[in-house]
């Protein structure tokens, strides 16, 4: 088998485990779970074959002849528009983190979802389990945590995330990119509206589909505007084509001043922006929390949302078209505006948010703001390893916040205290109650805040920090500086409040460690939390020349033909900064909040005031929103297009006709028809009838009157005619 | 076999009415029988349209299984038939959803013998529609497709509900709707006929093969008629009375407020050939007529047509999202998605002979293709649910998902498909009429954009209303006790959802059809 067939077939097994598990073996959830988690092995086996293969190749040779194969699939006039695969160095690093961030979601599902407990009490489908009573060996009863109603649902929905995600990466043109795109965004609904039951969830997963579509209608205007522009939507023959891409960064657009190039770029960032949850999109997705855990790993800050900044990212020479003389495109600065507002502007949510999984959520939107914001400078190189480092620890953060919950509710049901688990002032001292889910979240934590040297979050963000002082940037630079002070800060509060000093609640004394299945992917990610960090070390770090060569580096012969590795020389100034907000963040963090007691408030809300409540309540956007744009949405289709246009204007004209039709006819039937025609014929006929009745008085049927009268009548006539013969 | 060929097109249109004489035929009380002698009936013009899809040579331009017979001489009409690729493709739309129809309706306990054979004709009217190569011919059947429809949602339309008029006055809503829908195509029939007689009296022939050819360039009259008007007067009165005609038929905006209606309270079955074929007959009026007999006219007023679509597709969106009533709801979804056909019409129209154009026609006929099986879904699994429940309210519901998973599911696919999801049938037509258009009315496309994010609106607030929430204990017992899907009803459903996907997954087979034959055509 060719490599080009291996990659054709990668995306298939999670789609056939779809429909198997829905048409066939739904109720079997062993059944179930194994289809779909060995669909995953497959496809990851799969993956590593041919990033392996590609390694092999080597960056450089992979840019120029990248695995590819394509197929015929529309026929458009004259020609047919093709559709195939693609992996080149780009492509190759993002199916890598893929692959292992979805095998591993899905084996952490079992565990998650409770396989091998017993049936829940009162469970009911649409609703998460309550847990169930059992009996030990002593005659105890009590509560343990029970099996999902709907277990073999979950798989069948995430096999076919797997199969979008799947797609979208190994695409080699807009449009199956964009297919993979919606399918994840219709998985994203149904799961994240998985327990739909609850009216939260139920207004989560509309939230989500409604503000990503916003994204997603000017995305497709964009691929429509390329594809009339270019005559294709190949990746590589657009941008491997840079007489086109001149062309079309010079033909404007009629949009104001933007040039083609940058209407595209921006029409198509607008996708991003709803996918990836950038401001001003950003809102559904704190709310996509309401989802099961392992959703929000997998499709809510691993693959998903990141692939927002991949399709930028693969777009980025459209993007940068026109800013050879050093200068930021129209759609870059757009970029670089949005991403740092949207990182700065969602690490001060996170602070002040009490749910382990919402800290999460907003870290997510604040650090994909790093990667676009990376993007607009030009860094793309730092923004494509970002995207992979934050891929594996924030997968790894939020299956440990997962574990976490899970831990707490075992405490919940054992002690029948009905803290709500997800609380991190619920938390504390857990990290003697669950020490591999507390190893493993703290070197998730340092990560993302950029723990120097060891872990990868470290590597990924001083790049970006380095390209931004490089390029002079300083507004960026200070920007996310401040945002990674913040992160660093939020980090340490979260992981301080949950793992360290004593458990606040009973429940948090009776958390218990997750099983096996739970644990495994949580190690795992670990490793890669810390050791993926490596392939992107600087050549030149510390002015030193002992570091390995910067793999990374080769995703640059992804974009273009003749890009060169932009080299940064290094520079002190970045790093102390990296180091600086990082250790500050961290260090701050701890104590501020080490000593916080059970029933204590949040150290930081006395200081802040009013500030905080605004955090906390988040700006208060999804108010604003539901005035602004909700609300009026309602009304317009409600009252304006039905009731008002359809009902009483075009309904109300038409019946106004039909009235005056139908009064028309009155006139005609009540001055002409009735008087005039009827009363013509009327007349005639009652005229004969009335001289008939006139006339029935003498007819009598009696022959006698008859006689009499025929005697008179005769006789009568006779003095007539005698009288005139005689006078005349 | 050679009888079969020869007279292939003749067999497929007439199959039907020869049926419906048949149900006639058969005694009332045999309720059973005459159900399935429908369904068997309607079977075998879908077998001769299979047949005839794969004889059909895609890559040879002009009409196929032409059969011409000399009708009314003295006016020069013929009976005359033929196939292209645009014809083909909604004939096999129609031969298929008739079966599935008829199916439908077996639970339809009224009258079945008269249902029945209203139906089946009404086939027939369609058909020939699509088939027919005269003009005279083509407006015999037009008309012929309206009656048994009136009489379907007269008779066997939903029986409750009102409509008010004006000062109180109030009629059945079935009175109300078939009435309306009765009137409006009336009022373009007329028109029609007026147009079909001017073409007819002064190009002398009703003969679509040879109008095609002179009409267009046609520049001197021999024969003026008694009114000694002009070519330009006569070309502007015809080609309006075309407009008007097909227009209100499709229908677009201003005159769609008959579709609601007579959608709403047809019988399932009415509303699944109403949305799935019926509305196609206006589009397929444009692009048969209009476009190829008036290029010049057509262009002018091409972006007029334009905005009216666009209309049709903001705001059949938004009073789709506006309902409370489940069923109304779909019946919007109909005018928001024929408003991207219209579009596509409208861009063809302005950009003939180019590559956008083209692709703008592509996606308009593919859409009708698959709004055909999507608004047939849908329609049909309102059904479903109003035949268990008998209400449409959308706020009786909710909860259902955990007591009818399977139906959850179908519906859910169904919705989806009509959403436009990308690896369904929707996403491929819009997407080729989004790519053509775009170059030719950039502004309509991008307006088109806020009726798109609609579309998700309204289908999402039809799962939600419908399947979600926590379970509906109203439903859930006594004589109320919501059902699963059945086998039969997902019998129907099942040929809907593989072509939906199929045609999303591969639409090669379908596309590289339609393709050649817009091709060919401009």
Known sequence: MTIETLIWLIPLPPLLAFFLIVLFTNRNKALSHTIAVGAALLSWGGSMVVFWSALQEGAHHLGEHPFESAISWLPIAGSWFQIGVLIDPLGAAVLFFVAWTVLMIFLYSVGYHNFGQPKGDHDRAGLPPHGATVEDEHGHKHTVPSIEPMYSRFFAFIGLFAFGMYTLVLSDNLLTLFVGWEIMGLCSYLLIGFWYGKKSVRAAMIKAFITTRVGDVFMLLGIAYLYSAAGTLNFREIFFNEEFLHHLAETPSGFFSLS??????????????????????????????????????????????????????????????????????SAMTAMAFIGSFTALFSATIAVAQNDIKRVLAYSTISQLGFMVAALGIGAYVAAAFHLVTHAFFKALLFLGSGSVIHGVEHGVLHTDDHVDPQDMFNMGGLRKKMPITFWTFLIGGFALSGFPLVTAGFWSKDEIFADAFAHGNTVVLITLAIAAFLTAFYTMRQITLSFFGEPRTKAAEHAHETP??????????????????????????????????????????????????AGI??????LLISLGVALGGLGLGWLVYRKVEAGQEDPLKKPLGPAYTLLQNKYYFDELYDLIFVKPAIWISETLSYKWMDRGLIDGILHTFSRATYALGGIFRNYIDVPVINGFGDLVGEGVKKLGKAFRVIQTGRVQQYMVIALVLAFGTLFFYLYNLMIP | MEFISSNLLTLILFLPVFAAVVVALLPCEEKNLIRWVALIASLLPLALALFLWFQFDASQAGFQYEQQVTWYEAINSSYHLGVDGVSLTMVLLTTVLTPLCILASFSINDRVKGYMALFLMLETGMLGVFLSLDLLLFFVFWEIGLVPMYFLINQWGSEKGERELWGGMKVKARTYASFKFMIYTMAGSLGLLLAVQLIGVVAGTFNLTQLFEIWPTITALDNIGPLGLSVGTVKVIVFWAFVVAFALKVPVWPFHTWLPDAHTEAPTAGSMILAGVLLKLGAYGFLRLVLPLFPEEAKTYAGALAFLATMAIIFGALSSFGQTDFKRLVAYSSVNHMGFVVLGIAAAAYAAGTEHAVIAMNGAVLQMFNHGLSAAGMFFLVGVIYERTHTRNLDDFGGLFPLVPVYGGVLIFTSMASLGLPGLNGFVSEFLVVRGVWPVFTVYTALGMIGLFFTGAYILKGIKQVLHGPLNEKWTHGEHRLTEINARELLIMAPLMVMMLWLGVWPAWLLDVINRAVGMLF
Do not use: C
């Open chain 1, 260 to 329: 083609a190039a940058g209407l595209i770029g921006i029409l198509l960032f607008i996708g991003t922006v709803g996918k990836s949850a950038q401001f001003p999109l950003h809102v559904w997705l704190p709310d996509a929390m309401e989802g099961p855990t392992p959703v929000s790993a997998m499709i809510h800050a691993a693959t998903m949302v990141s692939a927002g900044v991949y399709m930028v990212i693969r777009m980025f020479p459209l993007l940068s078209a026109g800013a050879e003389h050093g200068e930021l495109t």
């Open chain 1, 516 to 565: 096996w299945t739970m644990t495994t992917p949580l190690v795992i990610l670990a490793v890669f939390a810390v050791a993926f960090g490596w392939a992107g070390i600087p050549e030149d770090f510390l002015g030193l020349e002992i570091w390995p060569k910067n793999m990374f580096h080769g995703v640059v012969y992804t974009l273009t033909e003749h890009q060169q590795p």
């Open chain 1, 569 to 574: 020389h290094f520079n002190w100034i970045p």
